[in-house]
C-alpha cells in the first residue's frame, strides 16, 4: 500500500479505482475495487464518486445523436469481505457527459462519533474567506 499511495501522490491522485469486466461477461457488469490515499482505512467497500467516474469514463465514447443513458453495474468490496452492488449511469450526447447517477442500497455496520474541535484543538486556525 505505501508504494501504491506515493504513486498517487505523485501523480496528484486521492486514491486508486481498479476495475475490470466482471468474470460473467455482460459488458455493463464490472467489479472494482478502491485504495484511498491515507484515509485511514487501506480499501473502501463502496465508492459512489468513484462509480459515477467510471460510468463518465465508459460513456464518454458513445456521444449518440441524442442524449441517452449508458448504466453500469459495479461490485465491489468481495476482496474485503464487504461486498457491494452499485448502480451507476451516465447520460452522454453530443457535447459530452452532461450527468451521472449513482443508486444502490447500504447496510450500516458500525458507528463512530468523530469530534472535529479535537483534530484542531490548540492550533491556530485562520478564520475562513467569506466570498
Known amino acids: 500500500m505505501p508504494a501504491l499511495w506515493e504513486l498517487c501522490r505523485r501523480r496528484g491522485a486521492t ?25 485511514g482505512y487501506p480499501e473502501d467497500p463502496a465508492t459512489g464518486v ?19 443513458w449508458a448504466r453500469i453495474t459495479i461490485d465491489q468490496g468481495d476482496a474485503m469481505g464487504r461486498p457491494s452492488r452499485l448502480r451507476a449511469a ?13 443508486t444502490g442500497q447500504a447496510v450500516r455496520t458500525g458507528q463512530e462519533e468523530l469530534d ?16
Open 90 to 102: 451516465a447520460l452522454a450526447g453530443p457535447g459530452g457527459i452532461m450527468r451521472t447517477s449513482v
Open 50 to 68: 468513484a462509480a459515477a467516474a467510471l460510468a463518465a469514463y465508459l460513456a464518454d465514447g458513445l456521444y449518440p445523436g441524442q442524449a441517452a
Open 116 to 131: 472535529l474541535d479535537a483534530l484542531t484543538r490548540g492550533r491556530d486556525r485562520p478564520e475562513p474567506e467569506l466570498r
Open 15 to 39: 486514491g486508486a479505482y481498479v476495475f475490470a469486466p466482471h468474470p460473467d461477461g455482460r459488458r455493463d457488469h464490472f467489479v472494482a475495487r478502491q485504495f484511498p490515499v491515507d484515509a
